[in-house]
């Protein structure tokens, strides 16, 4: 069942980009985005190991619960009243026990909904076989790694055939547990328009745009203003809209959002959330569909309204790609903050001293030393490695921050009795302890690639358990997570540097966001005008930016072209000190990354400015 015959365009409003994201999105949405569905994307990589560990003490947990006991509860009557449907991944490794809840919440307030429940994506029966077979990571920095001994979580990143399944089968509410971020919206567009997966350039189009529409509206509000390069520019961001979607049945939208709300949507905005936590934007890799963005026009149509087409689509790979977590040791972190002259510099001896005194402490009680360990200076621009600003460096106030690891929690624990100690004991001016830090799992992630015979979808709703057919019209080879090359070429010298000429730093010409996929970077780099481009591709080069990154940056840097937007993406391959809750960072994700190569030194005819 399809409302392709009755519908030219349907509206879809994105909520949530993570566990955590604001409770006002939803409510928003319904109220006043006049939309027939909301879509909710609550699952990080990392969010399935903390699921997995709240089932396991507790069977009737293992999900998102803030999408039962505080947004749905909220909005459900206003849901039904609206006949609006809701997809969301909030099912994280226990989807069948959020559907319970979320019908436990119906019961109580008297209203009936059809909610139907997607499984399938949970790996972990078939590691015992996967082991013997082999497995082998492809990843970047874990590349050829067997699978490690212990993992806690083990799931596919399905596609949007199941939800779409069950949108057809007359649920209003969608609970799945891992897909990829943009399948909850790709379901419902293929739900709507009868999209299928027969495998010309046409559907192939449609379903790259479906997930180049999930894509600007999996994270919220960051195709809406949220992280934008010119922040200054985006009003009330304590009443930020979060973004609608206008899709019309050929693939194309709009982008937009609620009126009478603050947030910024413009082609700068949306151009920063395309390039967010891509890799080669030649070759995206989603189980449906190989997406294509490099020929992607963005127009502005209207006030807060941009007009999105040009996503061409590939044949999808025979696999899924399959992300464990595993425990690996402890990690604890601890802050002091130092007021006073020479803050940074107390504050650097003060860090020294803690890990002399406790390697020391540790040596004594029989412990071996410290796996890991980093010393960073909030507020001196620490992260910025050789590019600190040496005006910071006078600073009087300074933040320490101490990270390190061990295979033992008692060991760490030791470390953390020595934390407080510092506020008599050494520098003046010390203070903010904030009692002892807690010691605490150090969580990684593994990732391979599943053949998609290995598995098998479900959708189950009313008690009733039906199969889903995954598409099987793959490509005749697998494709790579990443191009065999680039999708640019290294750029020549740019002609007509003639005449006076200045050097400016990239910020003044550019736009700029970083996203994170485990260990990897990327930073992508939107021109402000076509004209800048050039220039910008031959001073922001990959050499340039390997060694403007030296300090945070271990592998390979690779550069790609999106020219449909005036933009280049660099991929920085062990680039997060491990990523996610296995990096001492306190930027562990790359956000600030992107602001970093945003300080670096274009050289440009004047006239151009």
Not at 173 to 200: Q, Y
Not at 440 to 451: E, H, K, T
Request: glycine share 10%.
């Amino acid at each position: 069942m399809t409302n392709s015959a009755t519908k030219t365009s349907i509206r879809i409003g994105g909520a949530s980009g993570f566990w955590g994201d604001s409770s006002v999105g939803a409510p928003q949405l319904v109220q006043m985005g006049k939309v027939d569905y909301v879509v909710f994307d609550y699952l990080a990589e990392l969010t399935m190991s903390v699921l997995a560990a709240a089932r396991m003490k507790n069977p009737d947990l293992g999900y998102a619960t803030d999408f039962v006991t505080v947004t749905m509860k909220a909005i459900l009557k206003d849901v039904v009243a609206k006949n609006i449907k809701i997809v969301s991944n909030a099912g994280g490794m226990n989807p069948h026990a959020c559907a319970a809840a979320l019908a436990a919440i119906a019961a109580e307030q008297g209203v009936a909904i059809k909610i139907a429940v997607v499984e399938g994506d949970d790996v972990l029966p078939l590691i015992p076989a996967l082991r013997e077979k082999g497995v082998k990571s492809f990843e970047s920095g874990q590349s050829g790694a067997p699978l490690p001994e212990r993992l806690l979580s083990a799931n596919a990143y399905l596609g949007a055939a199941p939800i779409k399944q069950a949108l057809d089968a007359g649920a209003q509410v969608v609970i799945t547990g891992r897909c990829v971020d943009s399948a909850v919206t790709l379901g419902v567009l293929m739900h709507e328009f009868d999209w299928k997966f027969d495998g010309n350039q046409d559907d192939l189009d449609k379903l790259a745009q479906g997930s180049l529409a999930g894509h600007l509206i999996e994270c919220g509000c960051q195709a809406t203003g949220g992280l934008h390069t010119d922040w200054q520019n985006v009003p009330e961001w304590d009443n930020i809209g979060y973004p609608v979607l206008t899709c019309s049945a050929d693939g194309s939208f709009v982008v937009e959002k609620p009126p009478q709300t603050g947030g910024l949507v413009n082609v700068a905005t949306v151009a920063e959330q395309l390039v967010y936590e891509i890799g080669d934007p030649a070759n995206y890799l989603l189980p449906d569909v190989v997406c294509d963005f490099t020929q992607v026009e963005l127009t502005q149509v209207g006030e807060h309204q941009v007009f999105v087409r040009g996503a061409r689509g590939k044949t999808p790979p025979p696999h899924y790609k399959v992300s464990t977590t595993y425990a690996h040791g402890f990690r604890c972190s601890g802050q002091l903050t130092i007021v006073g002259l020479d803050a940074v510099a107390k504050a650097q001896r003060t860090g020294e001293a803690i890990l002399t005194r406790t390697r020391r402490l540790l040596l004594d009680a029989g412990f071996s030393d410290y796996g890991d360990s980093l010393i960073e200076i909030l507020g001196a621009e620490s992260c910025y490695g050789a590019h600190q600003n040496v005006y910071v460096q006078t600073s009087r106030e300074a933040v320490l921050r101490l990270t390190v690891t061990h295979s033992s929690k008692e060991a760490l624990a030791l470390f953390a009795r020595e934390i407080a100690p510092a506020g008599t004991s050494w520098s003046p001016g010390t203070t903010g302890a904030g009692g002892r830090p807690s010691p605490s799992p150090m969580i990684r992630q593994y990732a391979f690639l599943l053949d998609k015979t290995a598995l098998q979808p479900a959708v189950v709703m009313d008690g009733e358990r039906t199969l889903v057919e995954v598409a099987t019209n793959f490509a005749a080879e697998p494709q790579s997570v990443r191009s065999e090359a680039p999708t640019s070429v290294r750029p020549e010298p740019v002609e007509g540097l003639q005449g006076d000429t200045v050097t400016v730093p990239l910020i003044q010409l550019a736009y700029a966001r970083s996203g994170d996929k485990g260990d990897t970077s990327n930073i992508g780099i939107i021109a402000r005008q076509s004209a800048f481009l050039p220039y910008i591709k031959a001073s922001v080069t990959e050499e340039t930016v390997a060694d403007w990154l030296a300090h945070l940056v271990k592998g390979p840097v690779t550069r790609y072209d999106l020219p449909g937007i005036n933009a280049v993406n660099f991929v920085c391959e062990q680039a997060l000190g491990g990523g996610g809750m296995s990096s001492l960072r306190n930027d562990p994700l790359g956000k600030g990354m992107a602001q970093m190569v945003l300080d670096m030194p274009v050289q440009i005819p004047q006239n151009l400015l």
